[in-house]
Nanobody
């Protein structure tokens, strides 16, 4: 079992920044990559960013150049630094654990509880 605990969401004005954290515990040796998804009301879930334990990253086009995903393997923690936030970034953000298979990110059953990010003036 893997447990994922997120923190760092909140309310921010457009153009502002937030950093999300996701601390992993449990049987983490089986996890080779982690990612952040988000889901806004009435919209499909979107995979925002992924990172492997070796630091290889991938981003959705909607956040490229504004969001940065990073990993601290010593702390088993993944971060999502979000800058130049827009109202359309408003969503519940979910941390998840996954694997890279054939160059693609594959989800496991391990998800965080979600953290709300609201971007509004």
């Amino acid at each position: 079992q893997v447990q994922l605990v997120e923190s760092g969401g909140g309310l921010v004005q457009p153009g502002g920044s937030l950093r999300l954290s996701c601390a992993a515990s449990g049987s983490i040796v089986s996890i080779s990559a982690m990612g952040w998804d988000r889901q806004a009301p009435g919209k499909q879930r979107e995979l925002v960013a992924t990172i492997t334990r070796f630091g290889s990253t991938n981003y959705a086009d909607s956040v490229k150049g504004r969001f940065t995903i990073s990993i601290d393997n010593a702390k088993n923690t993944v971060y999502l630094q979000m800058s130049s936030l827009k109202p359309e970034d408003t969503a519940v953000y979910y941390c998840n654990a996954g694997k890279i298979i054939g160059g693609s990110y594959v989800y496991t059953n391990y998800w965080g509880q979600g953290t709300q990010v609201t971007v509004t003036s």
